[in-house]
């Protein structure tokens, strides 16, 4: 099996020098409960980087707890109570369960808004990965996402077994690109699979796989999905390992969430030599 290598940035997307606001990506994001404030901060920091313009919804509680956590949060749109439909139909890319809660309510809403726009591109992440079953993704067109290994299970309703084993299968099964985060990473589609080796110990921490979620939905706005999901896994273990040369283990998401545009940016530069 392939593993993923710096050749992934020169398939990338970049904004064309005339590009004007709105044409190089939109995302909304919808998590963050009044129990996981950070989670979704971190995926809107990321995105927010790469795509011209961030929707987020959220309980009103938290997006004002969200605003006070970064003063100079100016980087995302807020969307009103009510309007969510019209930013989904407006964005490029839904990233979906960042902060939310393993609760009922999370079911409810994510299943209503997989059901309205089954042919919207999703990424589905954390606590809405976590509250569906496989069957929810049936009817879905363009999906990624990135369980982990309990998370991988629960969701396919498996025995006690090694992912790796089935992973293409259920890709091909479901029409999905999943993102198996472990010690060695795998994206698979129902057409390929490949491996990513990049990342330490230091990315255990929480938050890190939200700054991947944001990431990896900013880079679907403009890529193909598998082309996203692959380079996104990537360049977030890479970021981690130019963190790691500078303080070993000793750094958290917020860290990782401002290495990854100098990553990125370096990579882009040593391409073109």
Known sequence: MKTIGPEIISKLFLPPKN??????????????????????????KTASRIVDMVFYATIKENQALTKKLNSNL????????????DYIKESDVVLIGSGLMRELETNIIT????????????????????MIKAQDLKDLTQVIITPHKK???????????NPAFVIQEKASQY???????????????????????TGNEGMTK????????????????????????AAGIYLNGLAGDKLYKKVGPFFNASDLCDQLPKTIWSLIEQNKR
Do not use: M, R
């Not at 980087?75 to 009103?80: G, H, N, R, S, V």
């Not at 299943?111 to 976590?130: E, F, M, T």
């Not at 929480?206 to 999901?229: E, M, Q, S």
């Open 19 to 44: 590009s004007h606001k709105g044409q190089n990506g939109k995302l909304t994001l919808i998590g963050g409960s009044s129990l996981f404030h950070g989670a979704s901060l971190w995926a809107l």
């Open 74 to 85: 100016y980087d995302f749109i807020c969307i009103p109570e009510g309007k969510i439909d």
């Open 111 to 130: 299943k209503k808004l997989l059901n309205k726009y089954p042919h919207k591109k999703w990424v589905i992440d954390a606590g809405s990965l976590q």
């Open 151 to 161: 998370e991988f299970i629960n969701l396919f309703n498996l025995k006690e077994t």
């Open 175 to 197: 029409t999905c690109t999943i993102v198996l985060k472990g010690e060695v990473d795998l994206v698979c589609s129902e057409k390929e699979c490949v491996l990513n080796k």
């Open 206 to 229: 929480g938050g890190t796989g939200d700054v991947l979620a944001g990431l990896i939905a900013a880079l679907a706005c403009k890529n193909d999905l598998f082309l996203a999901a």
